[in-house]
C-alpha cells in the first residue's frame, strides 16, 4: 500500500518519551529547523534544560496532568491535532474553530514494561503502573494518521528523520511516514504481547492466548533451500538470543542451514565443563569429544565419522591455538565457534575464505525460553528439555555395578544422546563418541547404524573401540534387540530411561550377558 499524500512539511512536533537515548539532540536538531516542541515531564525537563524551548502540553490542552500523571496526553485537542486528515476541509474547519494547531510529528515511546517484569523481585502493583496508556494511544493515532503524521518511536531513528529534514527543508516523504508508521504499530504490538503475557503467566503457565512477539535479527540469502526465503527472527522480552554472545570474525554470512547447526552445536557444548568439541551436520552431531585439551577432544570428536564432518560447523570450548588451528585447517569447515582465537590461529584459519568463524561467549539460556514447534496453522509449545540428568537419580537395575569407568562413559554418552534426533543410539567410551544412530524409525536400527559407523571410521580399530563401550539410547528399548546387538560387538554398560513393559526382559538380557544397566527416568526425544 502507498501512501497518496505527497511530502509535509514539520511544523510542529510532540516530543514524551520513556527511553531518553538521544532525545535532546533530536529536540535540538527540530527546533533548528524552526519547530515548535511540545512535551511532557520529564521529557519537557530534559528538553528544557539543554536550553531548547519548549510547551507544555498541559498549556496546549488547558489540562493540567492529574491522577499522579495518569492522565496527561488523553485529551481531545491533543488527538484532534494529530488525528485530523489536512485534505478534508471539514477536519480542518473544526481545528480552526477549536483553536488548535495541528501536530505534525510524534516522537513517542513507552513505558519499560518488559524491563521492570524481568526483575524478580517486582510486585504486581509496580507492573501495573508501568503498563503505559497515553503512549500507545498517540502513536497509534500517528501511525493510523500517517499521512499527515511522522510517528517516530525509536532513537535509532532519529538522525535519519533528522537528516531527511535537512535535505529536504523541513520536509518527510510518504516512504518514509509509511515506514515509520509499520514501525510504529509493530512497537505497539510487541508492547501489547508483553503485558497479555504477563497477566496470562499469572493464571497458568500455558495460558488461552499465547502472544508472541518477534523480531528480525538477521536477513538470511535463502532458507533451507536456494528456493525458500529466510530470516532470523529473535522473541522480544528474553534475556538472550541466537546471536547473543556470537561475534563474526571472517567469513560468509550465516545461511539458515548454519544457524540451525550452530544452535544444536552449542546447546551441546553447553553440557560440558572439559575442553569439549561437538561436530554437527544437518542438525545431529556426527562427532563429540572430551579431552586434555581441545586438540585431543577435537582430534577424537573427528575420528567418529570423518566423512561426515567434511562441511561440518565445529564449537569448541576452549582457546583455538596454533597447533589446533593446523589441525581444523585441513577439512572443510563450514563454521568454526570457539571463546577465542589465539593470533596465529587466526592467520591459519582465515587463509579459506568460506570458513565462518565466530568468537562465541554465549550466556545461558532464559529461563522462560520456551521450545517452539512450527506445525499447519499452529505451533507445538513445551518447556525447555532442561539439563542432562545427575547420576544420584539414576538407578542400576541390574545385578552387575557400573564400574567407575564405565559410569564416567555412560554419563558421556547420556549428555550426547539427548541431543540427537529421535530414535538415538550413542556408543561412546574414553570421553568419545564412536558411533552414532540418528533419526531412524526403528531403534534396533539405530544400534546397527552406530555400529556400521564405528566400523566404517575405525576400520581395524573398531573391534577393539567396541570391546568395552557403553550404549546410551534417548528413550526406553521396547525390545531386548537393541542392547542384545550393542552386546554382541562388546558394549559392557547400558544407559537408558527405562519405562517399557518388556523392561524386565531387557534386564534380563543385560544380566546374562554380564552387562550393567542404569535407568535414567526421563525420555529425551528430540524430533
Not at 530534559?46 to 488523553?74: C, M, N, P
Not at 561436530?279 to 545431529?284: E, G, L
Not at 525460553?369 to 542432562?388: N, S, Y
Not at 518388556?502 to 525420555?523: L, N, P, Y
Request: aromatic letters at 6%; proline letters at 5%; hydrophobic letters at 40%.
Amino acid at each position: 500500500m502507498d501512501p497518496t499524500n505527497g511530502p509535509i512539511a514539520v511544523r510542529r512536533a510532540l516530543v514524551s518519551v520513556s527511553d531518553k537515548t538521544g532525545v535532546v539532540d533530536f529536540a535540538r536538531g527540530l527546533a533548528g529547523q524552526g519547530v515548535e516542541i511540545l512535551s511532557t515531564g520529564g521529557t519537557a525537563s530534559a528538553i528544557r534544560e539543554a536550553g531548547v524551548e519548549v510547551t507544555d502540553v498541559s498549556e496546549f490542552t488547558g489540562q493540567a496532568e492529574i491522577l499522579d500523571g495518569r492522565v496527561k496526553t488523553l485529551h481531545p485537542r491533543l488527538h484532534a491535532a494529530i488525528l485530523a486528515r489536512r485534505s478534508l476541509p471539514e477536519h480542518m474547519e473544526i481545528l480552526e474553530a477549536e483553536e488548535i494547531e495541528p501536530i505534525d510529528l510524534v516522537c513517542v515511546n513507552l513505558y519499560p514494561f518488559e524491563k521492570t517484569i524481568a526483575d524478580e523481585d517486582v510486585t504486581p502493583q509496580e507492573a501495573i503502573e508501568n503498563i503505559d496508556i497515553g503512549g500507545p494511544t498517540m502513536v497509534r493515532a500517528a501511525a493510523k494518521n500517517h499521512e499527515d503524521v511522522v510517528i517516530v518511536v525509536k532513537p535509532e531513528s532519529y538522525d535519519a528523520v533528522l537528516e531527511e529534514m535537512e535535505e529536504s527543508g523541513g520536509e518527510i516523504s510518504p516512504s518514509t511516514r509509511h515506514w515509520l508508521a509499520n514501525e510504529a504499530f509493530a512497537h505497539t504490538a510487541r508492547y501489547d504481547s508483553a503485558i497479555s503475557r504477563w497477566f496470562g503467566e499469572s493464571y497458568e503457565d500455558f495460558p488461552e492466548h499465547e502472544v508472541i512477539a518477534y523480531e528480525k535479527l538477521l536477513e538470511l540469502s535463502y532458507g533451507e533451500n536456494p528456493h525458500q526465503r529466510g530470516a532470523l527472527y529473535g522473541e522480544t522480552g528474553l534475556s538472550s538470543n541466537f546471536l547473543t554472545g556470537l561475534s563474526k570474525l571472517h567469513g560468509k554470512a550465516l545461511s539458515f542451514n548454519n544457524v540451525l547447526d550452530l544452535d544444536s552445536a552449542r546447546r551441546i557444548l553447553a553440557d560440558f565443563d572439559e575442553p569439549a568439541c561437538v561436530i554437527i551436520k544437518h542438525n545431529n552431531p556426527c562427532g563429540v569429544a572430551v579431552g586434555d585439551g581441545p586438540l585431543e577432544a577435537y582430534e577424537k570428536a573427528l575420528s567418529t565419522d570423518p566423512l561426515s564432518a567434511f562441511g561440518g560447523v565445529i564449537a569448541i570450548n576452549r582457546e583455538v591455538d596454533g597447533p589446533l588451528a593446523e589441525e581444523l585447517h585441513k577439512n572443510f569447515i563450514e563454521v568454526l565457534a570457539a571463546p577465542s582465537y589465539s593470533e596465529d590461529a587466526l592467520e591459519i584459519l582465515t587463509q579459506k575464505e568460506a570458513i565462518r568463524i565466530f568468537t562465541d561467549e554465549s550466556p545461558p539460556p532464559d529461563p522462560r525460553e520456551r521450545d517452539v514447534k512450527r506445525v499447519r496453522g499452529g505451533l507445538l509449545i513445551q518447556d525447555r528439555d532442561g539439563d542432562p540428568e545427575p547420576r544420584e537419580i539414576m538407578e542400576v537395575v541390574t545385578g552387575i555395578e557400573p564400574s567407575e569407568e564405565e559410569w564416567e562413559n555412560l554419563l558421556f554418552a547420556w549428555k550426547v544422546c539427548r541431543h540427537v534426533r529421535s530414535n538415538a543410539i550413542v556408543l561412546a567410551r574414553d570421553g568419545m563418541t564412536l558411533g552414532i544412530g540418528a533419526g531412524q524409525m526403528s531403534r534396533v536400527d539405530s544400534v546397527r547404524l552406530a555400529i556400521e559407523k564405528c566400523r566404517e571410521s575405525h576400520g581395524e580399530a573398531a573391534d577393539a573401540l567396541l570391546d568395552g563401550c557403553s550404549i546410551a539410547s534417548d528413550a526406553f528399548f521396547p525390545f531386548a534387540d537393541g542392547p542384545a546387538a550393542a552386546i554382541e560387538v562388546g558394549a559392557r554398560s547400558v544407559i537408558q530411561p527405562g519405562g517399557s513393559k518388556r523392561d524386565g526382559e531387557v534386564i534380563e538380557a543385560c544380566e546374562d550377558a554380564g552387562v550393567s544397566m542404569v535407568f535414567t527416568k526421563h525420555r529425551h526425544f528430540r524430533h
